[in-house]
Antibody
Framework: EVQLVESGGGLVQPGGSLRLSCSAS????????MHWVRQAPGKGLEHVSV????????NYADSVKGRFTISRDNSKNTLYLQMSSLRAEDTAVYYC??????????????WGQGTLVTVSS | QSVLTQPPSVSGAPGQRVTISCTGS?????????VHWYQQLPGTAPKLLIY???NRPSGVPDRFSGSKSGTSASLAITGLQAEDEADYYC???????????FGGGTKLTVL
């Protein structure tokens, strides 16, 4: 069974930093692109970032470009999101999500349970 | 504003059929990119419902079906059940934004 377990969320002051982790199991982690998707309280879904299977390619939403860095350690089956210069509008549940297919299926499946990041003074 | 447009809410009585639309443009759905659908039950993470416009993952009841035409897609739910009450999101790829995009979500209420 595929499992994605996020950790590292919490309360942080505006301008601060936080590092999210996602531990993956139940599939060949190094064969799949991985994503972070966030959901602000009471709002819809936003694709934040993607990283290729070997970590050589990344992409970011304009809203986080230059502030967030996605990375992965295939030897540890772990995905990361380093967040800096955090703003109130970054407050959201952050989901770790596996790409739908090894060759880039275009969909997200499955999703982790999410970790809440709250940016507030 | 979301790149893909969904109605904020739809409703139906148990046993009825409802549809949820997802309208895009020539840079996403209209450019032949696939549409995928997710169901988010209250307080839980989203779950894949339909992928590749019409395909159901194993375990998803055949009461759920997807279609696509031109710059729009639709999710149909037949034989509505109380447990279907949830938020539904469509998702595709946008070539202008060079990234995956979501609709704003539709809240389904079972009357």
């Amino acid at each position: 069974e595929v499992q994605l377990v996020e950790s590292g969320g919490g309360l942080v002051q505006p301008g601060g930093s936080l590092r999210l982790s996602c531990s993956a199991s139940g599939f060949t982690f190094s064969s799949y692109a991985m994503h972070w998707v966030r959901q602000a309280p009471g709002k819809g879904l936003e694709h934040v970032s993607v990283i290729s299977s070997n970590g050589g390619g990344t992409n970011y939403a304009d809203s986080v470009k230059g502030r967030f860095t996605i990375s992965r350690d295939n030897s540890k089956n772990t995905l990361y999101l380093q967040m800096s210069s955090l703003r109130a509008e970054d407050t959201a549940v952050y989901y770790c999500v596996k790409d739908g297919a090894a060759r880039g299926g275009g969909w997200f499946d499955p999703w982790g349970q999410g970790t809440l990041v709250t940016v507030s003074s | 504003q979301s790149v893909l447009t969904q109605p904020p809410s739809v409703s139906g009585a148990p046993g009825q059929r409802v549809t949820i639309s997802c309208t895009g443009s020539r840079s996403n759905i209209g450019a032949a990119y696939d549409v995928h659908w997710y169901q988010q039950l209250p307080g839980t993470a989203p779950k894949l419902l339909i992928y590749g416009n019409t395909n159901r993952p194993s375990g998803v009841p055949d009461r759920f079906s997807g279609s696509k035409s031109g710059t729009s897609a639709s999710l149909a739910i037949t034989g509505l059940q109380a447990e279907d009450e949830a938020d539904y999101y469509c998702q595709s790829y946008d070539s202008s934004l060079s990234g995956r995009v979501f609709g704003g979500g539709t809240k389904l209420t079972v009357l």
